[in-house]
């Protein structure tokens, strides 16, 4: 069982803005700042948004991050048919001195 | 262009050390801004952080907990590249291993390694 939690699947249409959650509860995340990434089949993970709601260079801004409390955030709006992928939210957790992932959220374009 | 050369054998006995080395171009071992980290991921346990090596004047390591005893990373100045050695090995270390630069997140990843633990 993974110490942060995310929802096994989502899914949404061409066009539309999904949202997946990550709960940072079961962790004491540092400096609560939060990672997203993703990855396709076949592919290594991908960093999508550091320290909450940071783009690296070439990360469209059709990709959002947010964080309240325990919870955090990852938008992605325009939804396209290669979005179609498996998203990990991660952080440090100061009570394991050591990263942490979520399960893990894969997503569907229907 | 940073990119990370994974490289070791992708079969390995039960009871014997999995070992894996990632090439460093485009960076330095050295850099005091990175930290170079092993991943895994694996059908049971999901993405994993096993560990990290770091230099800030001296080296540092940092282990996860689930292989804290069994595991080493190191550093290679001379080849710029780091190792993970992972001791007594089971089938339950079976898994796609990833070496990855840690600056403002995990940047960067190498392509993967899969290891197989059977005999």
């Known amino acids: 069982q993974s110490v942060l939690t995310q929802p096994p699947s989502a899914s949404a249409t061409p066009g539309q803005k999904v949202t997946i959650s990550c709960s940072t509860s079961g962790a004491d995340i540092g400096n609560d700042l939060v990672y997203w990434y993703r990855q396709v089949p076949g592919s290594a993970p991908q960093l999508l948004i550091y320290?909450?709601?940071q783009r690296p260079a070439g990360v469209p801004d059709r990709f959002s991050g947010s964080k309240s409390d325990t919870s955090a955030s990852l938008a992605i709006s325009g939804l396209r048919s290669d979005d179609e992928a498996e998203y990990f939210c991660?952080?440090?957790?100061?009570?394991?001195?050591?990263?942490?992932f979520g399960g893990g959220t894969k997503l569907t374009v229907l | 262009q940073l990119q990370l050369q994974q490289s070791g054998p992708g079969l390995v006995k039960p009871s014997q050390t999995l070992s894996l080395t990632c090439a460093i171009s485009g960076d330095s071992v050295s850099d005091n801004t990175a930290a170079w980290n092993w991943i895994r991921k694996s059908p049971s346990r999901g993405l994993e952080w096993l560990g990290r090596?770091?230099?800030?004047?001296?080296?540092?390591?940092d282990y996860a907990v689930s292989v804290k005893g069994r595991i080493t990373i190191n550093p290679d100045t001379t080849k710029n590249q780091f190792s993970l050695q992972l001791n007594s090995a089971t089938p339950e270390d079976t898994a796609l291993y990833y070496c990855a630069r840690g600056a403002n997140g995990f940047d960067v990843w190498g392509r993967g390694t899969m290891v197989i633990v059977s005999s």
């Open positions: 320290k909450n709601n």
């Open positions: 090596t770091y230099f800030r004047s001296t080296w540092y390591h």
């Open positions: 991660a952080g440090w957790d100061d009570r394991v001195t050591g990263w942490v």
